[in-house]
C-alpha cells in the first residue's frame, strides 16, 4: 500500500502562485511515477504532470508547460507542484497520485491517490 497527503491548496488571485506538497508513506519502492492530476467541477479528471520518482524525469503536457513544475525530494518521501501565474480556470481540486507505470499519463494507470486539495483562482 501507498498513502498519498497533499496539502498546500487555498485561494489565491489571478497571476499568483502556489506550492502543492504531497507527502508519500508506505511502499514507496512499488511506485515508478509520481503524478499531480486535477478535476474542476463538471469535469473529468485531467493530467497536470508527472515526475520519475528515481531520476525526476518529467512528463507534461504543453498547456501547461512553463507555468506548472513537478518536483521531488527523495530524502523527504515528497513531490511538489509548483503553480505559477495561475488563471481562474486552474481552479480544481489537485490530487497527487502514484503509479507502477513510467511515464503514465492516463488516471487508469494510477493505483494510489491522495485525497486531494483545493486550489481556487479569483479573477
Known amino acids: 500500500q501507498v498513502q498519498l497527503v497533499e496539502s498546500g491548496g487555498g485561494l489565491v488571485q489571478a497571476g499568483g502562485s502556489l506550492r502543492l506538497s504531497c507527502v508519500v508513506s508506505g511502499r514507496t519502492f512499488s511506485s515508478n511515477t509520481m503524478a499531480w492530476f486535477r478535476q474542476a467541477p463538471g469535469k473529468e479528471r485531467e493530467f497536470v504532470e508527472a515526475i520519475s520518482w528515481r531520476d525526476g524525469t518529467r512528463y507534461y503536457i504543453d498547456s501547461m508547460k512553463g507555468r506548472f513544475t513537478a518536483s521531488r525530494d527523495n530524502a523527504k518521501n515528497t513531490l511538489y507542484l509548483q503553480m505559477n501565474s495561475l488563471k481562474p480556470e486552474d481552479t480544481a481540486v489537485y490530487y497527487c497520485?502514484?503509479?507502477?507505470?513510467?511515464?503514465?499519463?492516463?488516471?487508469?494507470?494510477?493505483?494510489?491517490w491522495g485525497q486531494g486539495t483545493q486550489v481556487t483562482v479569483s479573477s
Open positions: 497520485a502514484a503509479s507502477q507505470v513510467p511515464g503514465a499519463t492516463l488516471a487508469t494507470a494510477y493505483d494510489y
